[in-house]
C-alpha cells in the first residue's frame, strides 16, 4: 500500500529517506476509538540543524532546474492525490476524526493544489524597470531558500500542502513539521507523495516534532521564511521570534467568524448554512461560524430551527457508520468546549441543543441569546458549538460582527446582495461569503485573515505564493563598465 508502515515505522522524513527521529516516538491514535494506529517517529532540535542543512545543499540545484521540470513534479503529485484518494481518505478519517465528506474535500484541495502550484514555474519573474543610467534593469523575484512550514492537526492535509507545495513550486526547499497527532495525514502522505512524483532528496523534510522543534525551525539561520497555521497565541510567539531572527513570517491563525442574517433572508435557508458553518468537521476549523447574528424578527424562529437541526445530527465514528459529526481530536479539546458551552450558561446562554459529550463524541451545540462578552460568543470555541445573537438593525449587526480581535471569515444572507456587500464593507475580514457561510477554500483563491486572525492572504493563488515564497532582487546589466571620479 502507498502508505503502509513499513515506509515510516518509528521514522521521520529527512535527507530523501526514512530514518529514526531523535525526539523517540509517538502512539498514532485513533480519536473515535483509542485504537492504535500505528507508531510515528518524532524529530528534536538536532534533526531540524541537519535537515536544514541538506535542504539548503539541496535547494540550489532545485532552484536552477528547468521550470518544466519543476512544474513536472508537481502535476505528478497532483495525479498521486487522485490515484491515492480512498488511501489517503482513509487516514483523513481515521487519524483525525473527519467524516468522509471532509476527508474527501481535504484530498481533492491537495490535488488542486499541486496543479495550481504546477503553473508557477512559468509565470514571469521579474519585471523591465526605467533607469537614468545607461543599463537594462530589472526586479526579479528567486527563490527564499529554505522555506519551514509549521501545519496545526485539524486539516492537516490542506494546510501543510498548501505552502509546502508552491514553496517547492518556486525552487525553494521545505522543511514540515506536521502536528505529532496527525502526524501521518498531515506529515506521512505529503513525504510520499512527493517521493513517488520525483522530487529530488533533500528538498522536503517531515519532522514531526513538539514546541521544540518548532521554535527550532523558526531560528535556523538556514530558514528564511516561516509559512505557519495555528492557534493565536502560538502565532504571536512565532511572529515575535522570526522578527527578531530577522526572518519572514506568514501567519494563518484563529478566528471567530460571524454569519449575519439580515431580516429578509429565508430562514430555512439561513439555517441550512448555519449549521454547516458551525458543525462541519465537527467545529474544528479556523473558518467555523462562531458567531450567528441574527435580526430580531427571525431571531426565534432560526433559534427554534437550527436546534432542531443541531439535536438530529447524528454524531459517531465515521470510520464504521454515516454520521454529520465524528470526535474532537482529544480529551483537551472536548473539556475546553465544555467548559466554554458552561461558562456560557452560567452568564445568561440558554442551552437550547446540545451540551453533552460522550467520550470524543460532542453534541451539535446551540447556544440562544448570547451576547458579546458571552464566552463562545467571544473567544473561538474550536467545537461543534453556534452560539446565536439578536441584533435589531445594521448598524448593531455591524458592532457585534467587527467586535473582537478576530478577522478571517464571514457571511452574510440577505436577498439584497448589494446591502450585503455594503454591510461587508464596514467589517475587517479576509474573507467575505455573501449568501453562503464562512468554511469555503479553493486552490487558487487567496486566503487569510486580519488581526488576530493573521498576516493578510498569505496562500491561494498564484500572486499570494509568489509573494509568500520569493524575494524580490535588484538587477542590472551594462554593456561597458562605467568610470567613477575615484
Avoid at 99 to 118: D, K, L, R, S, W
Amino acid at each position: 500500500m502507498f502508505l503502509d508502515t513499513s515506509h515510516w515505522h518509528d521514522k521521520i522524513f529527512i535527507g530523501g529517506s526514512w530514518a529514526p527521529g531523535s525526539g523517540g516516538v509517538r502512539d498514532v491514535i485513533e480519536p473515535a476509538t483509542g485504537a492504535l494506529l500505528g507508531r510515528i517517529g518524532i524529530a528534536g532540535p538536532a534533526d531540524v540543524a541537519r535537515a536544514a542543512e541538506i535542504a539548503a545543499a539541496a535547494q540550489h540545484a532545485w532552484a536552477q532546474t528547468p521550470h518544466t521540470e519543476r512544474a513536472a513534479v508537481m502535476r505528478r503529485a497532483g495525479a498521486l492525490w487522485a490515484q491515492h484518494t480512498e488511501e489517503a481518505m482513509w487516514w483523513n478519517v481515521r487519524e483525525v476524526g473527519a467524516i468522509p465528506g471532509m476527508a474527501g474535500f481535504a484530498v481533492h484541495v491537495a490535488e488542486q493544489e499541486c496543479y495550481e502550484a504546477a503553473a508557477l514555474p512559468a509565470r514571469p519573474y521579474g519585471e523591465l524597470i526605467p533607469s537614468e543610467q545607461p543599463r537594462l534593469s530589472m526586479a526579479r523575484r528567486v527563490p527564499a531558500g529554505v522555506v519551514g512550514v509549521i501545519a496545526p492537526f485539524n486539516v492537516p492535509i490542506i494546510l501543510g500542502i498548501r505552502s509546502v507545495a508552491p514553496a517547492l513550486a518556486l525552487g525553494n526547499a521545505v522543511i514540515l513539521k506536521p502536528d505529532p497527532r496527525t502526524a501521518v495525514t498531515g506529515g506521512v502522505t505529503i513525504a510520499r507523495i512527493f517521493e513517488e512524483a520525483g522530487l529530488p532528496p533533500g528538498l522536503l523534510q517531515v519532522l514531526p516534532g513538539g514546541a521544540d522543534v518548532g521554535e527550532a525551525i523558526v531560528t535556523h539561520p538556514l530558514v528564511r521564511v516561516i509559512s505557519f497555521t495555528g492557534s493565536t497565541g502560538t502565532g504571536r510567539r512565532v511572529g515575535e521570534l522570526a522578527g527578531r531572527h530577522l526572518k519572514r513570517a506568514h501567519l494563518e491563525l484563529g478566528g471567530n467568524s460571524a454569519l449575519i442574517v439580515l431580516d429578509d433572508a429565508d430562514v430555512d435557508e439561513a439555517v441550512n448554512l448555519a449549521a454547516w458553518g458551525s458543525f462541519f468537521h465537527q467545529g474544528q476549523i479556523c473558518m467555523t461560524t462562531g458567531r450567528h447574528l441574527v435580526h430580531e424578527r427571525l431571531y426565534d424562529d432560526f433559534v427554534e430551527r437550527l436546534a432542531d437541526k443541531a439535536a438530529r445530527l447524528s454524531v459517531g465514528d465515521p470510520a464504521r457508520e454515516q454520521v454529520a459529526i465524528g470526535p474532537v481530536i482529544d480529551a483537551g479539546q472536548r473539556d475546553k468546549i465544555h467548559a466554554l458551552i458552561g461558562a456560557s450558561a452560567d452568564a445568561g446562554a440558554r442551552v437550547a441543543a446540545g451540551g453533552t459529550y460522550d467520550r470524543l463524541f460532542y453534541g451539535a451545540t446551540v447556544l440562544a441569546d448570547a451576547a458579546a462578552d458571552t464566552p463562545a460568543f467571544a473567544e473561538e470555541v474550536f467545537g461543534p458549538v453556534a452560539p446565536v445573537a439578536r441584533f435589531a438593525d445594521l448598524g448593531e449587526a455591524a458592532r457585534l460582527a467587527a467586535a473582537g480581535e478576530y478577522g478571517l471569515s464571514l457571511g452574510i444572507v440577505t436577498r439584497d446582495v448589494m446591502q450585503g456587500l455594503a454591510l461587508a464593507d464596514r467589517l475587517p475580514t479576509g474573507i467575505v461569503h455573501i449568501n453562503d457561510q464562512t468554511v469555503n477554500d479553493e486552490a487558487n483563491a487567496p486566503f487569510g485573515g486580519v488581526g488576530a486572525s493573521g498576516t493578510g492572504s498569505r496562500f491561494g493563488g498564484a500572486a499570494a505564493n509568489v509573494e509568500a515564497f520569493t524575494e524580490t532582487r535588484w538587477v542590472t546589466v551594462r554593456g561597458q563598465a562605467p568610470a567613477y571620479p575615484f
